[in-house]
């Protein structure tokens, strides 16, 4: 057990030896193949070690490195399967677990949040942590009225380590201004930076708990554990059982899979109208199916909210595209600042670059698989495809990024799921804007 490197220079070099750690199993790999290893067989050994060091090191890290991880671990079904294969099992653990730190490094942030006799307010405590996230691990416990509890507790030095992994991410930024004529990566930083540390202080996290848990108590569909109590480093809440719904992916019937991706949607969208709040950290380490069916949802610290509920922009510009309103899609999309104005773009275009995303709402059933999202990533991303420009062309608004984060790491869980539902019922149901006499 170990506790996550503060000093900015050590989580650099860390990071650094990613890539380093690349090259030499690369050479070494050579070696063995000079050696008389057959190449699948090389191959195949480096990939692994290179999945096992990409866990060991996010996972040692946390921070803004573990939630890149994380996400890697979500759009993975875009990638190409011969490379996402080595990588599949070893990122999926991002989302379960990641190594954890001392249990004394646990009390001692416990004992400064909750009082120095903050034994008292448990019948029991385990020190072994249940699950790890980002910036935090939970640990089992039983609350002084006999509860069992979920007790969240923040790194030490969290704080430090997600803000230089954001430094990191802002020279980043700048670099993909250069390459994307359309992008104000500025402005897209700055915003993923201050929804990021908003994290850090988990009151705000214990509120969007609050506000969902009562917006959905007693639903026959969700579950959303109580808030116990929170403060700025610890929170408490209802202990949930259940199945992860990456074991529902990885060996779940088709019946289970479709009805996981079902719900998943449904309480995507139905947040902002039902509670004014987004889920806005779609990965599979935050949901569980109940043993009563329900479709049961944790960590609650990234959240977009939304008291007027989703924008109806969006389900206006979905509808123009559907039909076919190629001008008045592109003189939105310039409205809300996807394309900037002085970017140049013909309709016609750019409506063939975006009708495949819409797929899934042309049809009243749809099947997200990974072949088709390996296609949408393939098309958008190969320099060597009519629509690789038109994307560079395109902004992502800063107000939009949550709502755009929910969005692609959805459709990156669905197409984990394998599924099968009826989708479009559901954007007709939550979506302002999209029925077609809202357009």
């Given at each position: 057990?170990?506790?996550?490197?503060?000093?900015?220079?050590?989580?650099?070099?860390?990071?650094?030896?990613?890539?380093?750690?690349?090259?030499?199993?690369?050479?070494?790999?050579?070696?063995?193949?000079?050696?008389?290893?057959?190449?699948?067989?090389?191959?195949?050994?480096?990939?692994?070690?290179?999945?096992?060091?990409?866990?060991?090191?996010?996972?040692?890290?946390?921070?803004?490195?573990?939630?890149?991880?994380?996400?890697?671990?979500?759009?993975?079904?875009?990638?190409?399967?011969?490379?996402?294969?080595?990588?599949?099992?070893?990122?999926?653990?991002?989302?379960?677990?990641?190594?954890?730190?001392?249990?004394?490094?646990?009390?001692?942030?416990?004992?400064?949040?909750?009082?120095?006799?903050?034994?008292?307010?448990?019948?029991?405590?385990?020190?072994?942590?249940?699950?790890?996230?980002?910036?935090?691990?939970?640990?089992?416990?039983?609350?002084?009225?006999?509860?069992?509890?979920?007790?969240?507790?923040?790194?030490?030095?969290?704080?430090?380590?997600?803000?230089?992994?954001?430094?990191?991410?802002?020279?980043?930024?700048?670099?993909?201004?250069?390459?994307?004529?359309?992008?104000?990566?500025?402005?897209?930083?700055?915003?993923?930076?201050?929804?990021?540390?908003?994290?850090?202080?988990?009151?705000?996290?214990?509120?969007?708990?609050?506000?969902?848990?009562?917006?959905?108590?007693?639903?026959?569909?969700?579950?959303?554990?109580?808030?116990?109590?929170?403060?700025?480093?610890?929170?408490?809440?209802?202990?949930?059982?259940?199945?992860?719904?990456?074991?529902?992916?990885?060996?779940?019937?088709?019946?289970?899979?479709?009805?996981?991706?079902?719900?998943?949607?449904?309480?995507?969208?139905?947040?902002?109208?039902?509670?004014?709040?987004?889920?806005?950290?779609?990965?599979?380490?935050?949901?569980?199916?109940?043993?009563?069916?329900?479709?049961?949802?944790?960590?609650?610290?990234?959240?977009?909210?939304?008291?007027?509920?989703?924008?109806?922009?969006?389900?206006?510009?979905?509808?123009?595209?559907?039909?076919?309103?190629?001008?008045?899609?592109?003189?939105?999309?310039?409205?809300?600042?996807?394309?900037?104005?002085?970017?140049?773009?013909?309709?016609?275009?750019?409506?063939?670059?975006?009708?495949?995303?819409?797929?899934?709402?042309?049809?009243?059933?749809?099947?997200?698989?990974?072949?088709?999202m390996r296609e949408q990533f393939a098309r958008i991303n190969d320099p060597r495809r009519p629509g690789y420009s038109i994307g560079l062309k395109l902004?992502?608004?800063?107000?939009?990024?949550?709502?755009?984060?929910?969005?692609?790491?959805?459709?990156?869980?669905?197409?984990?799921?394998?599924?099968?539902?009826?989708?479009?019922?559901?954007?007709?149901?939550?979506?302002?804007?999209?029925?077609?006499?809202?357009?």
């Amino acid at each position: 057990m170990s506790d996550p490197p503060r000093n900015s220079v050590n989580r650099v070099f860390k990071l650094a030896t990613l890539p380093i750690g690349l090259a030499g199993r690369a050479t070494v790999g050579l070696g063995r193949r000079l050696g008389g290893m057959s190449a699948d067989a090389v191959t195949a050994d480096v990939q692994q070690r290179t999945a096992e060091h990409i866990f060991r090191v996010l996972g040692e890290l946390k921070g803004g490195a573990m939630k890149f991880g994380q996400t890697l671990s979500v759009i993975e079904a875009g990638i190409p399967e011969e490379l996402a294969a080595p990588f599949r099992a070893t990122l999926t653990k991002l989302q379960e677990a990641a190594p954890p730190m001392k249990a004394a490094t646990v009390h001692a942030v416990l004992a400064a949040d909750l009082g120095t006799d903050w034994r008292d307010l448990f019948r029991s405590f385990d020190d072994a942590p249940a699950a790890a996230a980002s910036i935090g691990q939970v640990h089992k416990a039983v609350w002084h009225d006999g509860r069992e509890v979920a007790v969240k507790v923040q790194y030490p030095g969290a704080g430090d380590a997600l803000r230089s992994d954001l430094r990191q991410v802002a020279r980043l930024g700048r670099s993909i201004g250069a390459l994307v004529p359309g992008m104000d990566a500025k402005a897209l930083v700055e915003e993923l930076h201050d929804r990021m540390v908003e994290e850090l202080d988990y009151r705000m996290e214990a509120d969007a708990q609050d506000g969902f848990a009562l917006a959905y108590e007693g639903d026959p569909e969700f579950a959303v554990p109580r808030l116990v109590e929170g403060t700025e480093h610890v929170l408490i809440s209802d202990w949930l059982d259940g199945r992860p719904l990456s074991q529902i992916i990885a060996d779940g019937t088709q019946e289970e899979r479709d009805r996981a991706g079902l719900l998943y949607v449904r309480f995507l969208f139905s947040g902002p109208t039902r509670a004014g709040l987004l889920h806005a950290d779609p990965h599979p380490g935050n949901y569980r199916i109940t043993p009563d069916g329900r479709l049961g949802v944790l960590d609650y610290g990234a959240v977009a909210r939304l008291p007027e509920g989703l924008p109806t922009s969006i389900g206006q510009l979905m509808r123009r595209a559907l039909d076919g309103a190629a001008e008045e899609m592109l003189d939105g999309l310039r409205d809300e600042g996807f394309v900037k104005p002085h970017i140049n773009l013909d309709p016609e275009a750019l409506y063939d670059y975006l009708s495949p995303f819409l797929e899934p709402a042309t049809v009243e059933t749809f099947h997200f698989n990974r072949p088709w999202m390996r296609e949408q990533f393939a098309r958008i991303n190969d320099p060597r495809r009519p629509g690789y420009s038109i994307g560079l062309k395109l902004n992502l608004p800063p107000s939009y990024l949550l709502i755009h984060r929910v969005w692609i790491g959805g459709i990156g869980v669905l197409s984990q799921l394998d599924c099968q539902a009826p989708f479009r019922a559901e954007l007709a149901r939550w979506l302002p804007g999209f029925s077609p006499d809202a357009r």
